[in-house]
Nanobody, 123 residues
């Protein structure tokens, strides 16, 4: 059984930083993409960043480029969030894909999801 567990959310002032972590266990294979998504109240879930499997390729949404950094250590993926803005406030989700590669914020192939961790950025 695959489990996806996020941690690291919280309350931070605008301009501050947070680091999210996500660990996946139980995957039947080693080469899979992992990604971060977020969903604010009343809005669609959107892709933020993803990290392909063995290729090590990364993708970022335009609205986080230069502020967020994704990294990965085997079955754990991290999201370093700097220069946070109030509009970054949302529930952040980690997901693991059935595919080895990811190229965008598309949710296709991301079969396994965590429960989410709340990020709140105050003014």
């Amino acid at each position: 059984q695959v489990q996806v567990t996020e941690s690291g959310g919280g309350l931070v002032q605008a301009g501050g930083s947070l680091r999210l972590s996500c660990t996946v266990t139980g995957m039947a294979f080693d080469n899979y993409a992992m990604a971060w998504f977020r969903q604010a109240p009343g809005k669609e879930r959107e892709g933020i960043s993803c990290f392909s499997g063995s290729a090590g390729r990364t993708w970022y949404a335009d609205f986080v480029k230069g502020r967020f950094t994704i990294s990965r250590d085997k079955n754990t993926v991290f999201l370093q969030m700097d220069s946070l803005k109030p509009e970054d406030s949302a529930q952040y989700y980690c997901a693991a894909s059935r595919y080895a590669h990811c190229y965008s914020g598309n949710r296709d192939g991301f079969d396994h999801w965590g429960q989410g961790t709340q990020v709140t950025v105050s003014t």
